[in-house]
């Protein structure tokens, strides 16, 4: 069970995390290595992740839906999507090496800096324009994939295809966000679980921070707007990028 300390640094890292997961991505590139420095082996760490990345969802979920943006037939449809992906994803998460995953984890952040670095075509279509295309459907899949599979960065990749390929603004992107992680963190969940790849005392304590960062996430993306999650989107960016270069 974790000291006090640990239960702290765990709750703050959480709300942090999640506030930019919600808003941009790339949290669990700050809650990772806190979980992995507080003892716990790489696997672990990454299942465990996976208790806070459900709380921190339900919780924006509901933000959102109190803030009057809650699109419940779409986000369904494009969680579904996710859901083969997913699974494939979890049970080779847990069938990997540690040292093969770090290495994974660090090629494909250098290769998410750069996709989201790339300028983007302005667009003024909204959710109402609402349409799924073959190129989506593989992004979906994809996403759940590499989602179950690593976790962190995937609101990155989720953003680029919902702006890039659906052309929606930044704040239904990230309310079908928030949607889409929730439904397919659940059977990367329930893999990690079987396969006994989850501290739940550190995942709980965790959960408590990424709830409320994912609350607190949800409604200042909706009363700031597209200007807030720029910024935070920048700052998560540059967060990864000083972590992949050793700088911290």
Do not use: C
Request: charged letters at 15%; hydrophobic letters at 60%.
């Amino acid at each position: 069970m974790p000291d006090l300390f640990g239960i702290i640094i765990l709750f703050v890292v959480g709300a942090v995390a999640a506030f930019i997961n919600v808003n941009a991505g790339g949290g669990s590139s700050l809650t990772l290595p806190v979980l992995i420095f507080l003892g716990l082996d790489p696997s672990v760490a990454n299942g465990t992740n996976r208790v806070a990345i459900l709380f921190q969802n339900i919780s924006a979920v509901y933000s959102f839906k109190k803030e009057k943006f809650y699109e419940l037939k779409n986000s369904l449809i494009l969680s579904a999507l996710t859901l083969p992906g997913a699974i494939i994803g979890a049970i080779t998460a847990v069938r990997i090496s540690d040292d093969l995953f770090e290495k994974i984890l660090g090629v494909i952040m250098i290769f998410i800096i750069i996709t989201m670095l790339l300028p983007k075509k302005k667009s003024d279509k909204t959710t109402s324009d609402f349409t799924i295309d073959w190129k989506i459907v593989i992004a979906m899949i994809v996403v759940g994939f590499y989602g179950a599979f690593l976790q962190v960065g995937v609101g990155f990749l989720l953003m680029a295809a919902f702006q890039y390929l659906m052309n929606l603004d930044l704040i239904r992107v990230n309310m079908h966000k928030v949607f889409v992680v929730f439904v397919f963190t659940i059977p990367a969940l329930i893999i990690f679980i079987l396969t006994d790849n989850i501290n739940w005392y550190y995942g709980l304590t965790l959960s408590a921070g990424n709830a409320f960062g994912g609350w607190w996430g949800a409604k200042l993306s909706v009363k700031k707007g597209e200007k807030l999650i720029k910024v935070v989107l920048i700052v998560a960016i540059l967060i990864m990028a000083l972590k992949l270069l050793n700088v911290y």
